[in-house]
């Protein structure tokens, strides 16, 4: 954000160009690749991964290939992708995400069914770690998403279910697997997610949909009452949050935003 990447690429380059060996030469040609995916420059990160020759540090063998991956990917080459991460998917550094990444790679190449082998693969991963947890959780939304748009609704709910309650994918994952049950006649069942949702921040979309989604399912269970304090719950938290918007407009409009931006630490600073 503050265009040091520029700085560092200048750096890099010189590297590039200058009589060092190969091990530093392709770990400079790694980075400076990456710095291009970062800014979304793919041809010229293609470029950087095409001078990597020679001895490459054992430590980022398999990053090379998980990065010239990914911008294949990016450039909307899933065939080229697929060749790389089949390659990938021993690998002890990038094992869930090389799976998840393929099975995105099967599903744009309209290979359906391998795309969800690759998902579920890289759904049932065993870690403690955040990150492969994360795309564990991705993989399953992901998932049990291709089955709901397919309309394939008892075979999507395992895999949302899946999902962890608190995880940054939950609140979508908990959102689709109360309409497919709500899809299959288990009224009941849909009401358990849509009840820890609707609970939740009220700025998140998914959590507005629940709250209105779970008043329309206890009057499909015919509960009424219940139905018609839910609805206006969501009414008032609608209702205020439609009033913090309109006074931050007009804070806006009266100056109080760039005052409030314009603090005294920012003065000593240049």
Known sequence: RYRMHHRAGRAIKAVLDAAVDDVIRNDAAYRLARIHFQKNQL????HALDKIEGEIPE????????????????????EDSIGVLEKLQDSDSFGGFASYNLGI???????????????????????????????RDKSNLVAGTIHLEAEEFDSAIPYLNRVRLDGPFSNQAVLSAGWA???VDKVDRAVVPWSIL???????????????????????LDVHGRAAVYYGRALDAFGTEIDKLNES????????FMAALVREEIRKDK
């Open 181 to 183: 049950n709500m899809a």
């Open 59 to 78: 430590a980022i063998r398999d990053d090379i290939e998980f990065l010239r991956a990914n911008v294949f990917l990016a450039e909307g080459r899933p």
């Open 249 to 256: 407009i007009e804070s806006i409009r009266e100056g109080k």
């Open 43 to 46: 041809p010229e990160a293609l």
């Open 198 to 220: 609707a609970d939740r921040d009220v700025t998140d979309r998914a959590a507005q949909e629940a709250m209105l989604a779970l008043p329309y399912a206890y009057g499909k």
């Open 105 to 135: 790679a099967y599903l744009q190449s309209g290979r359906r069914q391998d795309a969800l082998d690759k998902l579920n693969q890289a759904g049932g991963v065993v870690t403690d770690d955040p990150a492969e947890l994360a795309i």
